[in-house]
């Protein structure tokens, strides 16, 4: 049986995707979906050695699958991974649960907070020459599909995981 999640969280590398998670899903009582999470469950592995070992292309099939699943759990919190999005299965996935009532909130950041948040020399294999010139340019690339995605937008910059919690909880129209 499909359902449809109440959340479910987009954005970059570094913005605090799965600690956002974690935190709305404890104040809801609700099921929690980390989809890169679940890609290492799945694969028993962590993502850094999937991608060394076999490469981009794997990771992103297991990753559409796992991203699939999780949309699938109703009433659930859902994090996805930063790139989950450009992949096009992904894409339509994510628009068929705001169509469905989900709510898409992209949490964004500046390199800045990024670079200080994962250091930005952490196992990040997308971003592993050059680092922040790397995120910029992810961001440039990804940047425009977040913002389609999203029905709310939650900036992370200098604030505290329970001040982004709250206003994720208020796109929800809960109280925090």
């Known amino acids: 049986m499909s359902g449809t999640p109440l959340l479910v969280l987009i954005?970059?590398?570094?913005?605090?995707k799965s600690t956002v998670a974690v935190a709305v899903a404890d104040v809801l009582g609700a099921p929690l979906r980390d989809t890169d999470s679940d890609v290492e469950n799945t694969?028993?592995?962590?993502?850094?050695?999937?991608?060394v070992e076999e490469g981009e292309q794997t990771f992103r099939a297991a990753e559409a699958a796992a991203v699939a699943d999780a949309l699938a759990a109703d009433g659930a919190v859902v994090c996805l991974g930063g790139g989950a999005v450009?992949?096009?299965?992904?894409?339509?996935?994510?628009?068929?649960?705001?169509?469905?009532g989900a709510k898409v909130v992209m949490l964004d950041v500046g390199i800045a907070d990024a670079a200080r948040r994962?250091?930005?020399?952490?196992?990040?294999?997308?971003?592993?020459?050059?680092?922040?010139?790397?995120?910029?340019?992810m961001m440039q690339e990804r940047?425009?599909?977040?913002?389609r995605l999203a029905t709310d937008v939650?900036?992370?910059a200098d604030?505290?995981?329970?001040?982004?919690?709250a206003d994720v909880l208020a796109t929800l129209g809960q109280g925090s």
């Open 11 to 16: 954005g970059p590398p570094g913005v605090g």
């Open 43 to 51: 694969v028993g592995r962590p993502i850094s050695e999937i991608f």
């Open 143 to 147: 940047r425009p599909t977040y913002e």
């Open 86 to 100: 450009m992949t096009p299965s992904v894409d339509e996935g994510v628009t068929r649960a705001a169509e469905q």
């Open 118 to 137: 994962i250091g930005l020399n952490q196992s990040r294999p997308l971003l592993a020459v050059n680092p922040r010139a790397s995120w910029i340019a």
């Open 159 to 165: 604030r505290s995981v329970e001040d982004v919690v």
């Open 154 to 156: 939650v900036d992370t």
